[in-house]
């Protein structure tokens, strides 16, 4: 039984596509994020959704959009694609990080590699 | 934000006892965590420190001193396995969020 189980794990497109990596958890967590990886293993914060509402964004390109029909799935979808966007993207969850002092540890998922060509 | 510095490579014979420093800048410090990659997969949760101290837990201690803004995880009885990538995170609340924010990560290499 995966925890957090995100699809597909490899994806090779060409630049202007678009296109949707889902990512569901099985954990009851309320946060749910989305990480980029890129080729030098900066592991880089892109969305946070806590009970389905964006609490960060860091500064992403509004190409880039998160979508959570519950607090179980949170999925990206990536619109016009551009070689610069080649990279893992970690899907992760978490219980609430507003708890004071408390272990959020993130559970990840397997990693989709996406490669734009 | 924060500026979180830890060592890209380092090497080790197995057996031993291998210490990976992580050093950071923060305004409301609220959490360090540890992680390790394997080449290919998802990072896993090593370690967590909020207060000052050492946490043991099996091979693997993680030591936190605040006011230093300092962290080390120290790897005991090395295995081939453990070659990986380690990944030092911290949380800051200052800027209003709690997520933990990434360092670039240590990739350490185990030798025979």
């Known amino acids: 039984d995966t925890a957090v189980s995100q699809t597909p794990k490899y994806l090779v497109t060409q630049m202007g596509n678009d296109k949707s990596i889902k990512c569901e958890q099985n954990?009851?967590?309320?946060?749910m994020y989305w990480y980029k990886q890129d080729s030098k293993k900066f592991l880089k914060i892109m969305f946070s959704?806590?009970?389905?509402?964006?609490?960060i964004n860091e500064t992403v390109p509004n190409r880039f959009s998160p979508k959570s029909p519950d607090k179980a799935h949170l999925n990206l979808h990536i619109n016009s694609l551009e070689l610069g966007d080649s990279a893992v993207y970690f899907c992760?969850?978490?219980?609430?990080?507003?708890?004071?002092?408390?272990?959020?540890?993130?559970?990840f998922g397997q990693g989709t590699r996406l490669t734009v060509v | 934000g924060q500026n979180i510095d830890q060592p890209t490579e380092m090497t080790a014979t197995e057996g031993a006892i291998v210490q990976i420093n992580c050093t950071y800048q923060?305004?409301?410090?609220?959490?360090l965590f540890w992680y390790q990659q394997h080449a290919g997969e998802a990072p896993t949760f090593l370690s967590y420190?909020?207060?000052?101290g050492l946490e043991e837990k099996g091979r693997f201690s993680s030591f936190l001193s605040r006011s230093k803004g300092y962290s080390y995880l120290l790897l005991k009885e090395l295995q081939m396995k453990d070659s990986a990538s380690y990944l030092c995170?911290?949380?800051?609340?200052?800027?209003?969020?709690?997520?933990?924010?990434f360092g670039r990560g240590t990739s350490l290499i185990v030798h025979p």
């Open positions: 992760a969850s978490s219980q609430p990080t507003g708890l004071p002092a408390g272990n959020t540890e993130a559970f």
């Open positions: 954990l009851g967590h309320d946060t």
């Open positions: 959704y806590n009970n389905k509402e964006l609490i």
């Open positions: 923060t305004s409301g410090f609220n959490g």
């Open positions: 420190n909020v207060l000052d």
């Open positions: 995170a911290v949380r800051d609340l200052a800027g209003g969020s709690y997520i933990p924010t």
